[in-house]
């Protein structure tokens, strides 16, 4: 079963995009076909660092989210479904929950047997809790809520994990999960180069290039959150 996944959290500088390249980098590794999208006009980091697989899509407008939908039928008619992400920019949220109730996404996925994951990315503030709650109540119960607790955002999730947005999120089903953080300095290297996480732990060459070490503690970053990964509904 396919999804599609749309990585949000409504604010900027949580690490909305971080996921986005995390999550294809697994499709790329577990030889899963994907399509992404990136909603971000001003940085387009998802498409910088997967520009083989990620284009850009206006959400102000249904034609330009028509476009991503679209990709289940075009490609059904040449082979299996893909997966499909898209990398939400800060400010997406109401534009977004317009086309998605109009269209009547959700039930239309569903009838595709698509899954539908809405991915909450947090940092340790009150913001991402209050955000959460009206993501939750902006689409009740259908889709998949995956809230991944950012630790290269904060340490103390307290508020989060004690919060009524995220026992209702957990109640319709969701699916709660720390991304880990990657060692700031590698993580600087890789933004310098506009690499992959693939690239980044096989090219050895250029000014940027990251250390056997650093290599080592990327490829152990990525096996960590592979193995959260294995437990979504991700198709």
């Known amino acids: 079963m396919p999804s599609i996944n749309f990585i949000g959290g409504e604010k900027g500088g949580v690490g909305k995009s971080v996921v986005a390249r995390l999550l294809a980098q697994h499709f790329i590794d577990k030889g899963r076909a994907f399509t992404g999208f990136d909603t971000d006009r001003s940085h387009t980091s998802f498409t910088r660092f997967y520009a083989d697989y990620a284009s850009p899509v206006v959400v102000d407008t249904y034609e330009g989210l028509d476009l991503i939908a679209a990709v289940f039928e075009e490609e059904s008619a040449v082979g299996p479904l893909p997966n499909v992400i898209v990398d939400l920019a800060a400010q997406t949220a109401a534009p977004l929950a317009r086309w998605v109730k109009d269209s009547d996404l959700v039930s239309l996925m ?20 209050d955000l959460l709650d009206r993501l939750v109540a902006t689409y009740g119960a259908g889709p998949n809520y995956i809230v991944v607790k950012n630790l290269g955002r904060g340490s103390d999730f307290s508020q989060l994990e004690d919060s009524a947005a995220l026992k209702k999120a957990v109640a319709l089903g969701g699916h709660v999960i720390s991304l880990p953080q ?29 250390g056997m070490l650093e290599r080592q503690r990327v490829k152990t970053w990525l096996k960590s959150c592979y193995a959260t990964l294995d437990a979504l509904p991700l198709g």
Request: charged share 20%; glycine share 6%; proline share 0%.
């Open 182 to 210: 990657l060692h700031e300095a590698s993580m600087r290297k890789i933004d310098r180069q506009s690499a992959s996480f693939w690239a980044a732990v096989n090219h050895k060459e250029g000014a940027d290039a990251l």
């Open 110 to 129: 569903a009838s595709m047997g698509i899954t539908v994951n809405f991915w909450h990315v947090a940092d340790a503030g009150k913001d991402s809790v």
